[in-house]
């Protein structure tokens, strides 16, 4: 086995998850791939085309999209939500820019609950028309999935077309990424990871979105949803090691993956994570222009543009349960491991 293998077959000894794959490469191809585990603790092996809950994955896809909408004029990146969303005129976030949402400087908190008392998508959205505002726009970066959840909402306004169409017109077909959407049908369902054993469901979720707030707004929202196999993670990696050429022009890209929150504590790009020089998810070793995202499910992309490398991690690290802090010690040793292969 090669030095990743060992370490996820390590890690799901430990019980941080039933199953992992992985893919570490350049716009070349890959250096190590492979999977490890079963897709439950009681489920078959698995075979290397199953479905994962990308989690927050979703956000820097559906930044993709919306940075192509910018390309094509759809959207600006100064524009702010009252222009997009004209239910939002006259509010508290009617100003907030694009470009504030994507780098979670909008003052708009972090993981809120909104699916526990607006169990219905038309009382989620109000709830989030009228969720209060946690800081001053520009003042801090917090991670906030309410901010993509907008997004979502403006790219659907600004083009007239539903989220998961423009996902899948602007990024997935463009780089084949073609089992890769959101609401997988019953065949992909079929070939789902497990997740959580929900208490708020009551059952363990397979197949559906694990993110509670997704899951109210049908599944398909700009901040979870999107499901797929480890190939098309490795063709997204692929295309964003050389500069997402089939996606975005050369200078777009350049805007997209740049550090744009250094006055603040945490490194973000437009939609991306990038190296923190403290704390970073995936450590230290990705260089200081590495940019990339984690998911809760306990997925993750990472690229370092000055190798030219990336590297994709798929686990299922809330299977059965969300508790436990196992993931954390396995992807930065992954992530040690994948930028010293050669």
């Not at 009228?130 to 003042?139: D, E």
């Not at 398909?220 to 975005?248: K, M, N, Q, W, Y």
Request: aromatic fraction near 6%.
């Amino acid at each position: 086995m090669s030095v990743l293998a060992d370490i996820l077959v390590a890690g799901r000894a430990r019980r941080s998850y039933s199953g992992a794959a992985w893919s570490v490469g350049t716009g070349a191809g890959a250096l190590d791939r492979g999977w490890t585990g079963t897709r439950a603790w009681d489920g078959p092996p698995l075979q290397g085309d199953e479905q994962w809950d990308l989690a927050s994955v979703t956000k820097p896809i559906v930044g993709l999209a919306v940075m192509a909408l910018v390309e094509r004029g759809a959207l600006d990146l100064s524009g702010v939500v009252g222009t997009y969303l004209p239910e939002y005129r006259g509010g508290d976030k009617a100003d907030l820019t694009l470009a504030q949402l994507l780098t979670h400087t909008s003052g708009l908190p972090g993981q809120v609950p909104l699916y526990r008392e607006h169990p219905t998508r038309a009382a989620l959205l109000e709830a989030l028309r009228l969720l209060p505002p946690r800081t001053a726009p520009g003042t801090r970066v917090e991670y906030s999935s309410p901010g993509f959840i907008l997004l979502g909402l403006i790219a659907e306004s600004a083009s007239g077309a539903p989220l998961d169409e423009l996902v899948d017109r602007l990024v997935c077909a463009p780089l084949g990424m073609k089992e890769t959407g959101f609401v997988p049908d019953a065949a992909l369902r079929a070939r789902a990871v497990a997740t959580e054993d929900c208490p708020w469901r009551g059952h363990v979720v397979t197949g559906e979105v694990h993110d509670e707030n997704a899951v109210v707004l049908g599944g398909i929202a700009g901040h979870a949803g999107l499901f797929a196999p480890i190939a098309d993670l490795e063709r997204l990696g692929r295309s964003l090691a050389a500069g997402a050429r089939e996606v975005l022009r050369p200078e777009t890209f350049a805007l997209m993956t740049a550090a744009h929150t250094d006055a603040h504590a945490l490194r973000r790009g437009l939609a991306w994570q990038g190296q923190d020089p403290v704390g970073s998810p995936v450590g230290p070793s990705f260089g200081p222009t590495s940019f990339g995202h984690t998911g809760f499910t306990g997925t993750s992309i990472w690229i370092d543009p000055a190798t030219g490398r990336y590297a994709v991690l798929l686990t299922n690290r809330v299977h059965p349960s969300r508790d436990g802090d196992g993931i954390v010690s396995v992807r930065r040793a992954f992530h040690t491991a994948a930028d010293a292969l050669r």
